[in-house]
């Protein structure tokens, strides 16, 4: 078995594999969650996308580029 640091030691893949076990060892196995059920994106903050080309189309740019500001401002990056 190979320590790690001030670890527990643990046998790594090839030392369990070597012994031909018919069982995982209790340390590898996780006991059943109920998985969090997310609904909707309710709290989920918008994540900004701005879009480049309308940054410099007429009609679309100003709100375009008030997109852009507020990314900056409460984001500090936008995709």
Request: charged residues 25%; aromatic residues 6%.
């Amino acid at each position: 078995m190979e320590s790690l640091g001030s670890s527990l030691p643990v046998p790594n893949v090839q030392e369990l594999a070597k012994e031909n076990i018919s069982a995982v060892p209790d340390r590898y196995i996780r006991p059943d969650r109920e998985a969090a059920i997310v609904s909707g994106s309710d709290g989920i903050p918008n994540i900004p996308v701005i879009d480049f080309q309308s940054l410099f189309d007429g009609e679309s740019a100003p709100a375009e580029r008030e997109r852009l500001h507020r990314a900056c401002k409460e984001w500090g990056l936008f995709q």
